[in-house]
């Protein structure tokens, strides 16, 4: 068990010291950069380079990643010049509306997911689960921005029953965290349904019935703990993606979260906020992988003794 | 419920008086599964043999002839989508025709499973003791009590250190373990029959006599009945007192475990017999079956054993031979068993 959360944590380093690099890169490769920017189109060539020099942005790209890694090892994320503060200040500040935004996305789409996956596989093949598969099918395949803006069409401007962008009240939160919801309860009901028929049909299953228990007795005490485990597991590496999707729905939606600051420090050039959240994003994604992790561990006594 | 069956009442009525019969009568089972192409296979047809009470019955056949298939029959959990018909008449009461409520009654504390394999039979996420002590606790007996029950069944089984083994999860045991604590479990709810297929096939040969010896003392010890699925001969031979054989999902030959393996009314069990080196001949020279076994979904008509048979004659292609006594005490499904005894 201990060896496991070490090895992860290792894993997470890595993962988060590639982030940091593909972010670096990716940045840079990008046409144009802070000083060009900050300046405004009608800066003459002599203050740009000066700009660049005192940014650091004249050295060799080598010197400037190192100096970069040993800064964020300090947890030094780099000024933003544009907006005159530290970059992870900024970022800091919109971590919030983010959290906000995910964290209701997540639980509503764990709760419903996993409601319609457990109503769909309690019985196979029937009515509830037909209709289950085909809403899952159609929630999966309409992209993001798509169902965003359907939903702020319809309730917003049709129904006139939530505000379609914005902050401030429950009620503004609604159609963004529904939007980002959506695939994801998708994902994991179609997820829990597989897995639920296929734990039904486990032989432990059958010796359970063999003791004379009902079918609720054997699904609350035998099937439902054991189908749960593929289900978490996916969870906690989706988490990432709906993270990024996070991007996108804040956009179409105004919402003042990480999304946005990042769409905007990504077209200034704005080289520290951006790195700064990816930063950021990323550590919270190993820490929620981590966690997936030890909860499966929780559920899967093979797991946690290290047998698998 | 019928009289018989409200008769036996609440453990006391094991040995009820009144009930010289068996304690399980098959009669006539089908169980018909959803083939390809919307068609019903007979995966189990028409077998009908007797348990009596504190017997062991060995079931034998070559893979896919269905015995696996009767004994969850007779526990009432054939595969999804499967229909049984015919009676299983347990105390008299038809199984077949009872209500689920009841056939959930009798699963587990009247008639009760040793699964094939004992790793996939234990739930991987849950600790020995408490899949052992399930019946009880689901009684609602005190914690202490299931826990005391609970050791005593896998002292029973002859696991060491009970109450350490209670705490261990399934994988954490070796296969002898996990067939011990399976075989506990089967015990906890003090049933009447045990339904036991191959409960040694996933095991090492020396473990193999070991689980069987210990199923062996506890039938005789209880005054179980007991229902050995296995396609081992010999331990057929040792341990039962009936043996019923089947072919395609059909019984060929039924009668008294020793006599019918030593001196065979059919010739599907003398070629059984003769594929096995050491249980009549003692020698080393075994005639492995000829040809591919019939399976259900494809069974040839008349005699679904007459492509493989040695005597095989006209008759038998079109003719289905029913299950007959041919001497006293010994049935045979081939229209020739006079013959095949007497040779
Ligand atoms: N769940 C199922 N659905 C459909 N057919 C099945 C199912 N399980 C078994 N069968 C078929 O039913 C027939 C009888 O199978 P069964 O498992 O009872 O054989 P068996 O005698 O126990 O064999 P083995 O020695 O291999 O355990 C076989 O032909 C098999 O292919
Ligand atoms: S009935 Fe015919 S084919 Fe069948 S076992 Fe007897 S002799 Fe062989
Ligand atoms: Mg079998």
Redesign the pocket.
Known sequence: MTRMIVHRLLVGLFVMWGAASLIFLIVRAAPGDPATVLLGPDADHAQIVRLRASLGLDRPLGAQYLSYLGDVCRLDFGESHRLGRPAMDAVLDRLPATVDLTLTATVTAVIVGLTLGMLAGGRPGGLLDRVVSACTIALQSFPTFWTGIMLVLVFALNLRLLPSSGVGTPQHLVLPAVTLAFPFIAIIARLTRTSLVETMSEEYVRTARSKGLTERQVLLGHALRNSLIPVVTVVGVQVGALVGGAVIVENVFAWPGLGSLVVEAVANRDYTVVQGATLLIAGIVVVLNLMADLLVAQLDPRIRTGAV | MTAAGTARGHGAGKAAPGTDGPVLRIADLAVE?PGPHGTR?R?VDGVSFDVPRATTVGLI??????????AHAVLGLP??GATLTGRLLWHGEDLVTADPARRRAVRGREIAMIF?DPLAALNPTQRIGRQVGEIPRRDRLPRAEVRRRTAELLDRAGIPEPERRMRAYPHELSGGLRQRAVIAMALAGNPELLLAD?PTTALDVTVQSRILRLLADIQAADGLAMLL?S?DLRVVSHVAEQVVV?YA?RVCERGPARAALRRPAHPYTAALVRSVPAVRTRTALAAPLPGAPA???NRPDGCAFHPRCPLVRARCRDETPQVREAAPGRWSACHFAEEVLGE
């Open positions: 599964l296979v995966a056949g070559e893979s896919g002839s269905g015995k696996t298939m009767t595969p999804e094939q191959e699925v396609h089947m999902g399976t259900p979904a």
